[in-house]
T-cell receptor
Framework: GIQVEQSPPDLILQEGANSTLRCNFS?????LQWFHQNPWGQLINLFY???GTKQNGRLSATTVATERYSLLYISSSQTTDSGVYFC????????????FGTGTRLQVTL | DAGVTQSPTHLIKTRGQHVTLRCSPI?????VSWYQQVLGQGPQFIFQ???????GRGNFPDRFSARQFPNYSSELNVNALLLGDSALYLC????????????FGSGTQLSVL
């Protein structure tokens, strides 16, 4: 099956700093989504982005499908950004069948 | 509007028992999928149901089964529980169209003793 690698595995930032999270995948995909899992376990959908670039407030994401990677940018980080960020990809006819990466654990400190 | 709701939030069972987890999708969403998340890992796909039919199944044993009802709510059943079934079980709903953006519920934390 498709392999999904995320880097870095852990990240500690001071409030206000910017960061870039990376997701590499081993095969072509027709579905790529970024999620934030907060400390209470809730998974929040940040982006549906199988290709191209999207922005939502302080967050933006870019997927270069031909080179099999996606980037999530967090600017002016806040303590509420803490949690685990997952990249999830799909390439089958089962549209909701996503393969998740192992995540990037982000801690934002004051 | 209500998001994806799951019940119960927590559950403790013993080995060999069976469990039923429930999920109500976002209003208007016709697709429900189930994921298992073991501590420290990303979620793993178990099932997808769309319009009451199974659309996909992950690499899980036959002890795991699910169904979707006419109102699009869903149940996940696990028989003959094992210690390794202890995990957070997540339900996600989506419209069921081409852009399958998933919206997750808060999950059911299952502990098997």
């Amino acid at each position: 099956g498709i392999q999904v690698e995320q880097s870095p595995p852990d990240l500690i930032l001071q409030e206000g700093a910017n960061s870039t999270l990376r997701c590499n995948f081993s095969d072509s995909v027709n579905n790529l989504q970024w999620f934030h899992q907060n400390p209470w376990g809730q998974l929040i959908n940040l982006f549906y982005i199988p290709s191209g670039t999207k922005q939502n407030g302080r967050l933006s994401a870019t997927t270069v499908a031909t080179e099999r990677y996606s980037l999530l940018y967090i600017s002016s980080s806040q303590t509420t950004d803490s949690g685990v960020y997952f990249c999830a990809v799909g390439n089958t006819g089962t549209a909701s069948k996503l393969t998740f990466g192992t995540g990037t654990r982000l801690q934002v400190t004051l | 509007d209500a998001g994806v709701t799951q019940s119960p939030t927590h559950l403790i069972k013993t080995r060999g028992q069976h469990v039923t987890l429930r999920c109500s999708p976002i209003s208007g969403h016709k697709s429900v999928s189930w994921y298992q998340q073991v501590l420290g890992q990303g979620p793993q796909f178990i099932f997808q149901y769309y319009e009451k039919e199974e659309r996909g199944r992950g690499n899980f044993p036959d002890r795991f089964s699910a169904r979707q009802f006419p109102n699009y709510s869903s149940e996940l059943n696990v028989n003959a529980l094992l210690l390794g079934d202890s995990a957070l079980y997540l339900c996600a709903s989506s419209l069921g169209g081409q852009e399958e953006k998933l919206f997750f519920g808060s999950g059911t934390q299952l502990s098997v003793l």
